[in-house]
């Protein structure tokens, strides 16, 4: 049916004219109609053809080649449907344009023959489809089955003309089975290697081409998950969370439960089952990177739950909720180092377990970097202070203006507490290491932020900054700039824009404030003036070049360096721990990080803990979280208990009514005119009504599961 070359060979042999592509054009349908009459005549199910498709069929196998208004007529017919798949939906498809086809909108088409190839755009649609269910599956599938999974879906598209899909698909796909099902040998992997390099060389179309190249990059790229199948029986790609949203959730909070609270309107409810695993349901609302999102089953039929936004919506809704009871004293002291997320969250945790915690913070408020490090535009500070309000109800004891190393020492610490736990983020920035570093004029984004956060304000008005890096504290250090009066931010970045690890919507923020991104210039040297102020940096052009593990490198053009002049220069390119008082207290530390066991204690210092950034790098808030909460549970365990911490919200019963494809409900930002002259927040909060709706495309797969997979919820840590 697709090869018109045939068809015009056919019409040659019949005395048909073959200048006429119309006619061509009926023919080819008329052999098709011929196939789908021919399979309702044999099926039982004849009676369920629509009459207006039996009346199409018979037109067209007794339509007049040389009557020139039945050729316009019926190529419009095939001009509509080209590209609908031959079967059901073609008939469905067939009748419905039939019914609604005037003599206005009839046109003579040109050469209908110019479309692409079935099979690649079926290839294209298959890809889309697997795109999106991967993209909406838990991490830790089998690759293994994937690659089955997908040469089963390719083998369903062959159209069964050319041998090495009709019977080489066939059989990669049972050795992929006997794989799985153990009854492969080493042998195995030999044959479809061959097997597959034989289809891709020999296969008619993408279909197969494309099929047998998966199989054969699995054996080379993930060759040891098909040898642990085949010697021990077994997949080493396990997980133990089957809802998508919170098996990606560092901290595991359940998604689903108070997403349907928040689409009851119950808010409170919905906070208090936050905090269960989460002490910061407002700040999160606010600035979390939501990594939930990325696998949300929702992706297969449309995009994704916001569920930051619903969050948020919980937040602002809720007002004031009070924490839980926490648990009978058990006498123990537990000293916590650092007043960030992490700190802060595992001294909640440990209070609600029934143990007396002390914080300790060097500087004259709590939060860390969510107050000195994250501007108010993004998160206002009298909405961190809810967060934080409600972990001190629960009896927290905080003693700031103490440096460690400085005020007190690891040595006292012991002495006067049960356990201590060092959750210090990352507070100290890392060098370009170029000469003049240390000229004025030049700050590092961690000192730039803090002083901002410390109400230090520097009057930038009518000055040029410039910040070196790409990530979300790049995009903080050019908005707040922006703020401060600078006539020019440019944020300079030696790799693509696509490349950067700032979130999507912080730098279409930044872009929409009037920021100029300057990309594939990598810093050279500094240019300072005789007073030993920068007055501007000298960039080398690059260019992509070669992709290593997935990303594109870069090298020099080869062109001179291009100079961009600045007053302010922000140095914005990674932060690290101040590691020098623990390795002189004798604490393990190697390559800025502090050294601990699985469990999160300390070799030799016994009831000494680390956790969050200082143990294992810079991450997110979310990170910080969770590692509080296993930092938490491991000091509960070290003491001799096994508190757990539970919610006693009901979640309310899914519903088990349709779930129609809708449109995401994103949360609107002010106008950057209006936003860029002040710090009041840029993001506006769902209304109730868009609320319900967001909350209301849910799949519940908590309740129902998904596939062969159970649902289920975590009610306990």
């Known amino acids: 049916i697709y090869y018109p070359e045939r068809v015009v060979n056919q019409m040659q042999l019949k005395g048909m004219a073959t200048d006429d592509w119309q006619r061509v054009a009926i023919y080819r349908l008329v052999q098709i109609c011929k196939v789908v009459s021919s399979k309702y005549t044999r099926s039982k199910v004849r009676k369920k053809m629509p009459p207006e498709f039996a009346y ?9 080649y040389n009557d020139d208004n039945k050729r316009v007529y019926y190529s419009e017919i095939i001009r509509s449907i080209i590209d609908i798949r031959v079967g059901d939906k073609f008939i469905i498809a067939l009748c419905e344009l039939i019914q609604n086809l005037t003599i206005d909108n009839l046109h003579i088409i040109g050469d209908i023959f110019d479309r692409g190839p079935r099979a690649d755009i079926i290839m294209e649609e298959l890809y889309k489809d697997l795109e999106r269910r991967i993209e909406s599956s838990p991490p830790g599938l089998c ?30 796909n049972g050795f992929i089975k006997d794989v799985l099902d153990g009854n492969a040998t080493m042998e195995t992997l030999d044959i479809m290697e061959q097997t597959a390099l034989s ?21 080379i790229g993930y060759r040891d998950d098909y040898v642990e199948h085949i010697k021990n029986g077994r997949c080493t790609c396990t997980y133990s969370q089957p809802v998508p949203c919170v098996s990606l959730c560092p901290a595991h909070v359940d998604v689903p439960g108070y997403v349907a609270l ?91 377990m029934g143990h007396q915690t002390t914080v300790y913070e060097m500087l004259p408020k709590l939060g860390g970097m ?37 005020d007190i020492t690891i040595q006292q610490l012991q002495k006067e507490y049960d356990a201590v736990l060092i959750t210090i983020g990352a507070s100290t920035d890392k060098k370009l290491g170029l000469e003049g570093e240390d000229a004025e004029g030049i700050f590092s984004a961690v000192q730039f932020l803090r002083n901002v956060g410390q109400n230090i304000i520097m009057d930038l008005t009518g000055k040029e900054v410039a910040v070196i890096g790409g990530g979300n504290v790049t995009m903080d250090v050019v908005r707040t700039a922006k703020r401060l009066g600078a006539k020019k931010v440019s944020a300079v970045y030696r790799r693509r824009a696509a490349d950067m690890t700032a979130l999507p919507i912080e730098i279409e923020g930044a872009v929409a404030e009037g920021i100029e991104m300057q990309t594939l210039k990598a810093p050279a040297s500094l240019d300072v003036d005789e007073n030993h102020h920068i007055k501007g940096i000298y960039v080398t052009p690059q260019m ?3 992709i290593n593990n997935g990303r594109a490198s870069i090298k020099p053009t080869g062109e001179e360096d291009v100079y961009i002049p600045c007053d302010v220069l922000v140095v914005a390119v990674g932060q690290n721990i101040e590691t020098k008082h623990f390795e002189e207290a004798g604490i393990p530390v190697s390559r800025g990080k502090i050294v601990t066991k699985s469990n999160g204690s300390i070799e030799n210092l016994p009831g000494v803990f680390a956790g969050g950034d200082c143990a294992s790098g810079p991450a997110s808030v979310i990170k910080a979280i969770a590692a509080a909460k296993v930092a938490a549970a491991n000091i509960d365990e070290y003491l001799g208990y096994r508190h757990e911490i539970s919610c006693d919200v009901e979640i309310p019963e899914a519903h088990l009514d349709d779930r129609t494809p809708c449109g995401r409900v994103n949360l609107t930002e002010r106008e950057a005119s209006e936003r860029v002259k002040d ?3 840029c993001e506006n909060c769902m209304t109730e009504k868009e609320a319900k709706q967001e909350a209301g495309r849910c799949l519940r797969c908590d309740h129902f599961g998904y596939g062969i997979f ?8």
């Open 262 to 352: 928040v689409g009851e309107g119950r808010y409170k409810d919905a906070v208090r089952l936050i905090r269960k695993d989460n002490p910061f349901p407002t700040t999160c609302g606010f600035i979390c990177e939501h990594p939930c999102e990325a696998r949300c089953r929702r992706n297969m039929m449309d995009d994704a739950i916001n569920i930051r936004g619903l969050k948020r919506v919980a937040a602002d809704f809720a007002g004031e909720v009070e924490p839980p009871a926490c648990a009978p004293s058990t006498g123990k002291r537990i000293a916590v180092l650092g007043g960030g997320p992490g700190g802060l969250s595992a001294a909640y945790y440990l209070q609600l």
């Open 143 to 172: 690759p293994v089955d994937m690659a089955r999974a997908f040469l089963e879906l390719c083998h369903a598209q062959t159209c069964g003309k050319c041998v090495p899909c009709r019977i080489g698909l066939g059989q990669l």
């Open 370 to 406: 969510l107050r000195y490090g994250i501007p108010n535009y993004r998160l206002p500070k009298e909405r961190l202070e809810e967060d934080v309000n409600a972990i001190l109800k629960t009896g927290v004891e905080v003693k700031y203006g103490l440096k460690i190393g400085t």
């Open 199 to 219: 289809i891709m060389e020999s296969a008619d179309c993408a279909i197969g081409y494309e099929a047998a190249h998966t199989v054969y990059k699995g054996l």
């Open 56 to 64: 199409i069929i018979d037109e067209l196998l007794h339509v007049d």
């Open 710 to 717: 159970k649902g289920g919820r975590e009610k306990i840590w």
């Open 679 to 681: 710090w009041e927040g």
């Open 544 to 546: 992509i070049s070669a």
